[in-house]
């Protein structure tokens, strides 16, 4: 039986070798081997040096991940109590004003926003395709917006359906798509104040037909809507939620 290979070492230093990695490959794409060059490079080293940057921007999102810290809070240290005897005088008796009463700062606090943070969505989402690519080569994803949203609905709920956009959208692009995830703001209807959290998938640019573009059904939560635009052009999936009453909204 052959040896398993080695699990790659997540230390800082391994992102620093990645990193380093990534920036020789920039620097050979905007230099020796851009393609505007006069005369143009040779094919080969191009697609060596784009195969490098791939693995080594994969390479980065896993060390990142594994190596991202982990906030403990300590508890304070507690310090001895020493009796200490302290012979005191019976000082005279002395008539002092009654101490006046001090008023109590009211502090209020603005109420709970029951929601789920948009901005948690989108990286459990990430979190979820980036496992998928390290495993099969699945696809990448790269997310816009959705920081200060609050949504409401189940966060599990989410981020299922909008993986299995991101893996619709993917499949009709080239081997190495990049599928865009973006998260705004938008009023619910035409007439009144009511807002919506847009989550907005488009397919790789490169890829085919747009009719192609067919979402999978899927049980969406309660008040929300898929919908998909862009039918002759280049197609985008908009799934639709109420955004949480009270909570703070900007559009991206």
Partial sequence: MADEPKAEPMTWAALRDASSAVQLAVQMLAGPLAPWNDPPP????????????????????????????????????????????????????????APRARKRAT????????????????????????????????????????ADLVATGDAATLVAILVGLVEDAAAIGPADAVVELRAFADLADAIGDEMDVVFEVRPDARGGHASAFAPRAARLP????????????RPRACLRVAAARGALILAA
């Fill in 42 to 97: 040779d094919p080969e080293r191009v697609r060596e040096a784009m195969r490098m940057l791939e693995a080594s921007s994969r390479r980065i999102n896993a060390l990142v991940v594994a190596l991202a810290p982990v906030r403990v809070v300590a508890e304070p240290a507690q310090l001895p109590v020493v009796p200490v005897a302290v012979n005191v005088a019976t000082p005279a008796r002395v008539s002092t004003p």
């Fill in 107 to 146: 502090i209020v606090s603005p109420p709970p926003v029951d929601g789920v943070g948009v901005g948690s969505v989108l990286r459990d989402v990430e979190l979820a395709v980036l496992a998928v690519t390290h495993a099969a080569g699945g696809p990448r994803v790269a997310i816009h917006g959705g």
């Fill in 222 to 233: 309660e008040g929300a809507r898929l919908e998909v635009h862009g039918r002759s052009s």
